[in-house]
């Protein structure tokens, strides 16, 4: 069962513009989101995180947008570049029990940023 | 400091073959997570250790397993391979775990023929 649904599948955006990667999520029980950024050959790795009692974060170009009560999240990447050209994935953590928790992954955004 | 290192990097196996998949994480992180990565699944959560404890499992079949020793390293085992475990294999360390603060390694791609 999907938990995390994330759109669109593949985004091309010229130079100096917005790039805007959305996520939706179902179980409240959600409790950080974060986004990570895959390059080909590589693992991913975290680029920035939210938690549910903040509707924004910005960190250098990127912003993470989350609205709880539609339980939609986004990620703003503003004056693209093309080194920012690569797979997107926004996540979600739930804790089941104790400390056992684990993320949840959208399917991933693959970011083209042309000149 | 050093990254997260997982080895090998490539691996071809044939059918009804088992793999050791092997992750050192970054010194001083006592979590270690496993996550396949396929093109038509995306990152699915295969298992947490933390302090050679299995924390969390996800909904694979016990032909894959793990282990975590006492210096943090971590080994996931598939037995009887499938032609469907060809994947990026990839494991994420962290302090705490939990999903949180993940840095993931390189991966290593498992090519099951």
């Known amino acids: 069962q999907q938990q995390v649904k994330q759109s669109p599948q593949s985004l091309i955006v010229q130079k100096g513009g917005i790039s805007i990667i959305n996520c939706a999520y179902e179980?409240?029980?959600?409790?950080?989101f974060p986004w990570y950024q895959q390059f080909p050959g590589k693992g991913p790795a975290l680029l920035i995180a939210?938690?549910?009692?903040?509707s924004e974060k910005k960190e250098g170009r990127f912003t993470i947008s989350f609205n709880k009560s539609a339980k939609q999240f986004s990620l703003h990447i503003m004056d693209s570049q093309p080194g920012d050209s690569a797979t997107y994935f926004c996540?979600?953590?739930?804790?089941?029990?104790?400390?056992?928790?684990?993320?949840?992954f959208g399917t991933g955004t693959r970011l083209q940023v042309t000149l | 400091k050093a990254g997260v290192t997982q080895t090998p990097r490539y691996l071809i196996k044939t059918r009804g073959q088992q793999v050791t998949l092997s992750c050192s994480p970054i010194?001083?992180?006592?979590?270690v997570s496993w996550y396949q990565q396929t093109p038509g699944q995306g990152l699915q959560f295969l298992f947490e250790?933390?302090?050679?404890?299995?924390?969390n499992k996800g909904n694979f079949p016990g032909r894959f397993s793990g282990r975590q020793f006492s210096n943090s390293r971590s080994e996931m085992n598939v037995s009887t391979l499938e032609l469907g475990d060809s994947a990026l294999y990839l494991c994420?360390?962290?302090?705490?775990?939990?999903?949180?603060?993940?840095?993931f390694g390189s991966g290593t791609r498992l090519t099951v023929v």
């Open positions: 939210i938690r549910p009692d903040v």
């Open positions: 994420a360390s962290s302090l705490g775990g939990s999903g949180l603060g993940y840095t």
């Open positions: 179980n409240t029980a959600f409790d950080y």
């Open positions: 250790y933390f302090s050679e404890t299995q924390r």
């Open positions: 010194s001083g992180h006592r979590s």
């Open positions: 996540a979600a953590r739930i804790v089941n029990t104790g400390t056992a928790s684990k993320l949840t």
